[in-house]
């Protein structure tokens, strides 16, 4: 799947995630908020709280910032209320973009995720009009210098994965939703060392770009990426390793 999430990793590479660390906890600790006012403060029965917070400690946030965003979720503390949101749109070569964000104002957020869709040459587009093009999975990227490929098929699909897929230099893991935290933890305990490991919408189709549009599409996705309010970007594109890398050097 040469698409968002081999993009993603190679970002992780060069240490972006590491220079922004201040907006990768702001957007940490709006899902663990909203996640434990939606479902409650224990992880154990919670599991998208559980998942936020297994992100929370891969980023190395004190722990006290998380419990401080659980307590604002339940109410024992005062705090911003977030809402849900799902901006679905098309980008450059006909890319299907979806922005998943978390805002205390659903207008704002429309009008300036909408302005960065056309400043890039993309669109905003209806509810429903571009989800239907995809499905929620777990996901997990490995390098395929970190196990062999039978030692992964034993570990991950007895722990639950549906499917392991071998892609150039990595192994992708691939989960239903319920079974995405066994499966993570299950390599964890094994002392294996992933790229990536997020729950991800993964496209039923993809779109093959290269050149202007390839270029184009990731700086729509960077740009939508950078917004406080959004948490995750998912998009359809099929881009070459290699042009990956290219455009990610040339930052």
């Not at 040469?2 to 220079?19: E, F, L, M, V």
């Not at 919408?201 to 390839?214: E, F, H, Q, R, S």
Request: aromatic share 6%; proline share 2%; hydrophobic share 40%.
């Amino acid at each position: 799947m040469s698409g968002h999430s081999k993009w993603a990793s190679i970002k992780h590479k060069k240490g972006a995630q590491d220079a922004k660390r201040g907006k990768v906890f702001t957007k940490i600790i709006r899902e663990i908020t909203v996640a434990a006012r939606e479902g409650g403060g224990n992880p154990d029965i919670n599991a998208r709280l559980r998942s936020a917070i297994s992100r929370a400690k891969e980023a190395n946030m004190p722990s006290d910032n998380v419990d401080k965003a659980i307590k604002k979720g339940t109410g024992e503390l005062p705090g911003v209320t977030y809402e849900s949101c799902m901006f679905e749109g098309y980008g450059p070569g006909g890319v299907a973009l979806i922005a998943e964000t978390l805002t205390d104002n659903k207008n704002r957020a429309a009008a300036e995720i909408r302005n960065i869709f056309s400043k890039r040459g993309g669109n905003l587009a209806g509810s429903g009009s571009v989800a239907w093009q995809f499905v929620q999975k777990g996901y997990i990227l490995i390098s395929k210098d970190a196990i062999s490929e039978e030692e992964l098929f034993s570990i991950a699909l007895d722990a639950g994965a549906e499917d392991i897929k071998s892609e150039g230099k990595n192994y992708e893991v691939f989960s239903e939703t319920k079974d995405f935290e066994n499966v993570k933890q299950a390599i964890k305990d094994k002392n294996i060392e992933w790229e990536l490991a997020e729950l991800t919408m993964i496209p039923n189709a993809t779109v093959k770009l290269a050149g202007y549009d390839a270029k184009q599409v990731l700086a729509l996705v960077e740009a939508l990426e950078e917004h406080d309010d959004v948490q995750k970007v998912h998009a359809n594109f099929d881009i070459p390793d290699e042009i990956m890398e290219e455009l990610a050097a040339e930052e």
